[in-house]
């Protein structure tokens, strides 16, 4: 009988621990990893600021373009050779411009193949799958600007944008659209965020916001040369918030006299690090320092006479001295890019008001402006010198050296002298420039070079 | 040294002391059976009489009669095949029946897996047991150490040994029957699973008293080891504790021994002479080699000489002073100092003390041991105390209770000194560390020229004195484990019994490392925070010590209920059992930084600003910041839930059938896995020849023929299948958003590492067990081995680990003992021979650079290919220029870049394996009377390894210049006569690390080693004295070398690092 007991009691003990057990196969192993599960987890993934919002590869455009030079012996010392071949138009492989971008998008795609897998409300799953799709845009028209060549409607279906990798399985293999394709999805991506997102998260503008989604999508159409639609979008984003700072007020004792965070700031990026763009290296072109006028606020708020006579900037909008220069989307460039569009599309009147309102708070107050030029070439050239001027360093200049005829950049060639040899290139040939794939991609790859 | 020698001395006494007090009457007649633990009675046993000497053997059924005119004698049992037994024969007792047990590896042996118990003759799976006797034949500071030269199939790494790490707890490196895991050790690496009686122990090894230990069991194929199921993949050894015994008189046992290790042979690493080098370094200082040293900003650590040769160049005083300041230098060596203040011979004192008994209802053991080791380097040393309680009770029929608590405790005190002087290299080689009684300072950071004058004496002293960190050594780490075992036996109907065991496990360590304000570290940090402004000074860096904590945890919980059958019916026994069992583990730690702290008072400062820049002092370097706390907190839970079941079916004793089955559950794997995770098993087979009608054999006495196939996995606690991301707080912009990174991309596919074990074998056992042994044949299978993987970096991640390889192994395994004994004579002869090869099957990425290849400690990469093969570069020679040459593309070629970066493998020559194919020791025991000597013999047979050669990179840059200087390339003609390559200037590092890796360096490692040779000796006794027994031992271990391959004057063993010292040990058991 006791026997009996004993085993009946055993039976039903297992059978407790039995369904306790579930719970216990499901414990969280490590309390600082965690799988996602919560809408946290996803805002939190948006927001590692260490990838989402630095390491844009726009500043190999930069290193490209001709807002800069560096000293002969400054040269030499850039011991990466990919990083000088970047300088002299030499297309070499590059070397780390490119998994940044991609770990952002690994990022972009668990979120989005998580949107349906947790419980989310309305809101959230809105904002979240904004954010996810601006990043991926912003991403992929990064990648473009330096992997495919300048968007020209004839030849975009013809040639290729830049790898994309759609899912987070890693044997799912990157695929090459047609530029067109790719623009496409860009410009669906955007439209798709702006509606989902929010105007608010201003104070911090490292998290994706509507008008951050508008500023890109009016610079995608710009790139595109699609004036009246890059107008409407600058309108509309110009209309819910259009803030500028007044330079009047700005401090120029101050080494770097801008904040991080400043009120003209809709969206907060940075460049990749990278040698060429360091302050002691970086010296800023002749020809565009002297356009700058005396009356001009920027020219002693962006620029620091160095040593060597020449000029550094230090006028960067992320606060300090970092080779990682902001790249990021401000008011003043719906402004430029409004008024551009303005003066494309033959409104010289409404295009003047628009530039006025950005050069009343970039030139001293104490001195008289001279009238804007009437003609319509005679005023874009003015507006594309101020654009020039506005949005140095911010990786939209090799986008606009593509894109732009040669009256407006004023110039057939680019050049590059280092010692006793000279090298150039052609506006031409820079609209078909592409660079190439680092060389890991192409080993680890079924991809051909670019 | 003297409280050393305390414990053998008494132990002397006691035996001195004894008096010798006999009886005398009439004539008796003492009758009696022996019998073995099976019951049957054993024949030809030897019974001496201790008092005459006379020897009496039993008949065919035990038996046995002795006329004595003694009221009690003494006598001694012995057998070939059982352990001896001395015991008091009384009249009183009418028919003695005394049980003898087996000797190692004897049929009757009893194997233990963890989870059940079974004899030998049963048993269908490769077990290995290392008995007391063999464990204690030499004294270690941990019991797996001891395993070495014991066991068959087990490889134990020795490539990466440090003469540093000895007399300290290191974790050895086993591999077990060969490939089961490509991950490094330490990172889930291939680390046997180490079960303590029931469950298994995560622990430290080194918390565990080798005292603690009756028995190990090495568990190697698949039928034996499939029962631990997805833990199982690296081998599994079973550690038996000692325990009470029921219905056996009280015993104590007091145990005592010292081990004293030669110091270590610095003067293995052979180099040049300090006068030599010293014409190297002028000839450096006239190319210019250290003018960037001279004027950097950080003001870098440079050679007295150097400095001298400086000043003698600007002009501060002539050759002739220059000679006389360079004269010391050149007939010092450093090694001599380190000798003779750095290093001493490392010594372990091991003592045990132990009681236990059992009457018929109830048994207990308690035992205490300390145990002290003083490691190589003066400052280290080690100290554990060891404490186990055990009780057992039959409370009723039906209820067996027993419970056992144990507690260790480990302190370790060590220096950092090793971080500049290492085995190879010793910066600044010709100075001297210690005169008249001061230690002296070397110059390490910082130019003594800078730090003499600098701050005009407002700083703290600047110097760096290795001495100072061996006298005071700054790390100390305190493990405590505490464990406790909870069992209930339930014998609940004829053959049916039930079991729970519960075991709580807990282990805390403390490491602390205190870097008081007189240590280099803080002074230096302190130093590079200081301020001078207008002659004020202030301190960025908090002024004080500075004193690290780190604190880890980790709690186990342990459950298991098993249900087990017995039945024997018309000849077929049956014994099964099933069971589940629950697991939980919580591991943790935390640490944090007091900074300014003041030993004397505990105050240390607490409003540290840890985001505040501050200058560098003197522009030593850029801005600094107060290094914030890096240890991470962490929490891990892994819980685990196992079902599972054996079956063992024996027919007349004739044919054994045998099956296993384990399924694993847990929070690692995610609920998908846990679907997919099909469940572990194992099958075998027994055949024992020797029972059938039809064998007859007067030789043979005992013939099983075995096969298993089983399965088993390893785990890895940092994967999932699913995307895992980690927190990381806030950003460096004060966006008040928290973060996350992905650590793991999702993997649908992954699947745990498993292995596949086929394994066949014979025991025998021949001319009544004068010849026994067993043999093993195996083939191992690997699928989904891990291995890091770089990814095309469009995926978002540069590598990952994936299931990315399969590998297959091969070996074979005997044991073969061999015995013989003339009278009071007995000799026994025992060889291990182990054969192991491994081969990768399938690897995902087939093309790796040759660089990879040739990397020390490497893993191949090529289907077919041997999985650990040592690859070098071709060699084609010197050039006329002294430069080694290499083949590129069919040409001879000095392009070293290209060669190292080549696409194709043509470049490289395949040398060999890199790890012993055939490996073993060979024993000899003799005994004769009270004395017992033996003697084993080692050998490592068919691997090669790179030996070491001059590197100009380490001559110029760390000053280590390899002795093969002397036979370098000097004038045109000399390639004729040497591979040694010419010095250059400014160095061609790319021949540098070209020639390192050059075939013309490999060696073959073989070589057969006089392993130990020991002495014990068991005094006799007198009748009727208190103690039951006494042995006293010696044992010389790492005697030398008897035969090595290669011709080049290195240890192979080593792999040419300073090889481990002779020890030698001694001590004493004394039984009452």
Request: aromatic share 12%; charged share 25%; glycine share 6%.
């Amino acid at each position: 009988m006791k026997n009996i007991l004993s085993t009946k009691m055993v039976i039903g003990i297992v059978m407790m621990l039995m369904l306790g057990c579930n719970q216990f196969l499901e414990e969280k192993s490590d309390m600082s990893l965690a799988t996602i599960s919560s809408k946290s987890d996803l805002y939190a993934l948006m927001d590692y600021t260490v990838v989402m919002n630095q390491s844009y590869v726009a500043a190999v455009g930069d290193i490209a373009s001709d807002d800069f030079f560096i000293l002969d012996k400054q040269y030499m010392g850039i011991s990466q050779l990919s990083d000088r071949a970047i300088y002299i138009w030499d297309r070499k492989p590059l070397a780390d411009w490119y998994w940044v971008s991609y770990s952002r998008l690994l990022n972009v795609n668990t979120v989005l193949e998580h949107l349906d897998k947790i419980q989310l409300d309305q809101k959230d799953r809105r904002n979240l799958e904004g954010m996810a799709l601006f990043f991926r845009a912003y991403s992929y028209f990064d990648l473009a600007q330096i992997y495919a060549p300048a968007y020209n409607q004839k030849t975009a279906e013809l040639v290729l944008g830049p790898p994309m990798k759609r899912s987070t399985d890693v044997n799912d293999k990157p695929i090459r659209l047609s530029l067109k394709e790719t623009m496409d999805l860009i410009i669906a991506d955007l439209k798709l965020a702006s509606d989902y997102l929010t105007d608010q998260n201003l104070t911090y503008p490292t998290r994706p916001n509507r008008n951050a989604a508008l500023g890109l999508l009016s610079r995608v159409y710009l790139a595109m040369g699609d004036y009246e639609q890059a107008l409407a979008i600058s309108k509309r984003a110009l209309e819910s918030y259009d803030k500028l700072m007044d330079y009047n007020q700005i401090n120029s004792g101050k080494k770097y006299p801008f904040e991080r965070f400043n009120p003209e700031v809709l969206f907060f990026s940075i460049h990749a690090a990278e040698n060429l763009s360091r302050e002691s290296v970086l010296r800023i072109d002749t020809v565009l320092y002297d356009s700058y006028t005396d009356s001009d606020l920027r020219k002693t708020r962006f620029f620091t006479k160095q040593a060597d006579s020449y000029f550094a900037f230090t006028g960067d909008y992320s606060g300090n001295s970092n080779a990682q220069k902001f790249n990021g989307i401000t008011t003043a460039e719906l402004w430029l890019t409004k008024a551009e569009c303005e003066a494309r599309l033959g409104q010289l009147t409404l295009a003047s008001k628009t530039i006025k309102f950005l050069t009343d708070k970039r030139y001293s107050s104490t001195v008289a402006m001279e009238p804007f030029p009437a003609t319509q070439d005679g005023l874009l050239k003015f507006i594309y010198a101020e654009r020039r001027k506005e949005l140095l360093l911010r990786g939209v200049r090799w986008m606009d050296l593509r894109r732009l005829e040669e009256m407006y950049i004023g110039k057939k060639e680019m050049k590059r002298i280092i010692g006793d040899k000279v090298y150039s290139i052609s506006l031409n040939e820079i609209k078909s420039f592409t660079f190439l794939f680092p060389q890991k991609v192409i080993e680890m790859s079924d991809m051909e070079q670019n | 040294m003297k409280n050393m020698l305390f414990f053998p001395m008494l132990l002397l006494l006691i035996t001195w002391n004894l008096q010798v007090r006999a009886q005398h009457g009439a004539e008796r007649l003492y009758q009696g059976v022996i019998r073995d633990s099976t019951g049957k009675g054993i024949a030809d046993v030897n019974i001496r009489v201790i008092k005459d000497g006379r020897v009496i053997k039993t008949d065919s059924t035990g038996s046995y009669k002795i006329n004595a005119n003694l009221d009690k004698i003494q006598v001694e049992i012995s057998h070939l095949n059982y352990k001896s037994l001395r015991t008091v024969l009384s009249t009183k007792d009418i028919k003695k029946i005394l049980i003898l047990s087996a000797k190692m590896g004897m049929i009757d042996e009893v194997l233990v897996s963890g989870y059940h118990s079974l004899h030998k003759a049963r048993s269908v799976g490769s077990y290995e047991k290392i008995d007391k006797v063999l464990l204690d034949r030499t004294a270690n500071f941990d019991v797996l150490s001891k395993l070495e030269h014991l066991t068959t199939g087990t490889y134990f790494d020795r490539s990466e040994y440090s003469f540093n790490d000895n007399g300290k707890p290191i974790e050895p490196k086993i591999f077990m029957h060969g490939v089961s895991t490509l991950r490094k050790a330490g990172l889930g690496g291939s680390k046997p699973l180490v079960i303590v009686d029931n469950f298994p122990y995560e622990g430290d090894i080194n918390l565990l008293s080798p005292n603690d230990i009756e028995s190990v069991t090495l568990l190697k194929d698949g039928a034996a080891s499939a029962i631990w199921g997805a833990r199982a993949g690296n081998g599994v050894i079973v550690l038996t504790t000692k325990k009470g015994r029921f219905e056996t008189p009280l015993q104590q046992e007091f145990k005592a021994s010292i081990r004293v290790d030669a110091k270590p042979d610095l003067y293995r690493h052979r180099v040049i002479s300090s006068d030599d080098l010293i014409s190297v370094e002028r000839f450096l200082f006239e190319k210019g080699y250290f003018n960037g040293k001279l004027t950097s900003n950080s003001r870098p650590a440079i050679s007295p000489v150097v400095e001298l040769l400086e000043a003698n160049r600007k002009g501060v005083f002539d050759d002739e002073a220059l000679a006389a300041g360079i004269k010391p230098y050149q007939y010092t060596d450093v090694r001599d100092d380190m000798l003779k203040y750095m290093y001493r011979g490392a010594a372990l004192q091991q003592y045990n003390y132990l009681v236990r008994g059992g009457s018929e209802k109830l048994n207990g053991m308690a035992q205490i041991g300390y145990d002290r080791s003083l490691a190589s380097l003066r400052s280290d040393k080690t100290n554990r105390i060891s404490s186990q309680l055990s009780i057992e009770a039959k409370l009723n029929r039906v209820v067996n209770l027993s419970g056992r608590l144990m507690y260790n405790e480990l302190k370790n005190v060590s220096a950092l000194a090793t971080d500049f002087y290492s085995d190879n290299g010793y910066p600044f080689p010709y100075l001297k560390l210690r005169e008249g009684g001061i230690n002296l300072a070397v110059p390490y950071k910082y130019r003594f020229s800078y730090i003499d004058t600098v701050g005009a004496g407002n700083l703290l002293d600047w110097k760096y004195r290795p001495l100072d960190y061996i006298d005071e050594p700054p790390l100390v780490t305190t493990s405590r484990n505490l464990l406790a075992d909870l069992g209930l036996q339930l014998f609940l109907l004829k053959g049916l019994t039930a079991d729970l065991k519960y075991r709580y496990n807990f282990f805390d360590r403390k490491k602390e490392e205190r870097y008081f304000i007189n240590t280099f570290y803080a002074r230096d940090l302190i130093n590079r925070g200081t301020q001078i402004t207008n002659g004020s000074l202030s301190y960025n860096f908090p002024y004080g010590g500075i004193l690290r904590q780190q604190d880890g945890f980790s709690k186990e919980r342990n459950f298991r209920m098993q249900l087990n059958y017995k039945t024997d019916f018309k000849g077929h026994s049956i014994s099964a059992l099933a069971g589940a069992e629950w697991r939980n583990k919580d591991d943790g730690s935390m640490g944090n930084i007091l900074y300014g702290y003041n030993a004397e008072n505990l105050s240390f400062v607490s409003n540290i600003d840890f985001s505040k820049q501050y200058p560098t002092f003197g522009g030593l370097g850029g801005n600094n910041t107060i290094p914030f706390n890096s240890y991470p907190n962490t929490d891990i839970t892994t819980n685990f839930v196992s079902l599972y079941g054996i079956m063992d079916y024996a027919f007349q004793n004739r044919y054994l059938l045998s099956g296993s089955v384990r399924r694993d559950a847990s929070n690692l794997f995610g609920v998908e896995t846990n679907n997919k995770w099909t469940p572990l098993w194992s099958i075998g087979f027994g055949w024992n020849l020797h029972n059938e009608k039809f064998f007859k054999s007067s030789v043979i006495n005992f013939l099983k023929l075995r096969g298993s196939l089983g399965y088993s996995g390893n785990v890895d606690n940092s994967m999932s299948a699913l995307t895992t991301i980690q927190y990381f707080g806030y950003n460096n912009w004060s966006v008040p958003y928290p973060m996350a990174r992905i650590v793991n991309l999702p993997n649908k596919e992954l699947r745990w590492e498993k292995l596949r074990n086929v394994n066949v074998g014979i025991e025998f056992s021949a001319w009544n067990n004068s010849f026994s042994g067993s043999i093993d044949y195996y083939n191992k299978y690997t699928f989904d081995l891990f291995d890091t993987q770089p990814l095309d970096p469009t995926s978002g991640v540069s590598s990952m680990v994936l299931n990315a390889a399969n590998t297959k192994s091969r070996g074979f395994d005997a044991n073969l003992t061999l015995k013989k004994n003339w009278r009071d004579l007995n000799w026994a002869g025992n060889l291990l021979f182990s054969y192991n090869n491994n081969w990768i099957v399938k690897t995902l990425t087939d093309q790796q650079s040759p660089t990879s290849y040739v990397l020390k400690g490497g893993i191949s990469n090529l289907p077919g290919d041997m999985v650990y093969s040592l690859y070098a570069y071709k060699w084609e020679g010197l050039d006329s220029e002294g430069k080694p040459q290499g083949l590129l593309n069919g040409d001879k070629s000095t392009a070293y870049w290209d060669i190292m970066g080549s696409k194709t493998l043509d470049v490289l020559q395949k040398i060999g394996s890199a790890r012993p194919l055939y490996f073993g020791t060979f024993r000899n025991t003799f005994s004769y009377k009270q004395f017992n000597l033996s003697a084993t013999i080692s050998y490592r047979l068919k691997y090669y390894f790179k030996r070491s050669s001059i590197s100009y990179q380490s001559l110029f840059g760390k000053y280590d210049g390899h002795v093969d200087f002397y036979d370098r390339w000097q004038k045109p003609g000399d390639e004729l006569l040497t591979d040694v390559p010419a010095m250059v200037y400014p160095l061609d590092d790319g021949a540098d690390l070209f020639y390192k890796d050059a075939s013309v360096l490999a060696e073959r490692g073989d070589h057969i080693k006089f392993q130990d040779l020991r002495l014990q000796y068991n005094p006799a006794l007198p009748i009727g004295s208190k103690i039951k027994s006494l042995a006293f031992f010696i044992v010389a271990e790492n005697i030398g070398l008897i035969w090595k391959a290669t011709k080049k004057d290195i240890n192979p063993e080593y792999f040419g690092n300073i090889p481990a010292p002779r020890s030698f040990s001694m001590g004493a058991t004394l039984t009452f």
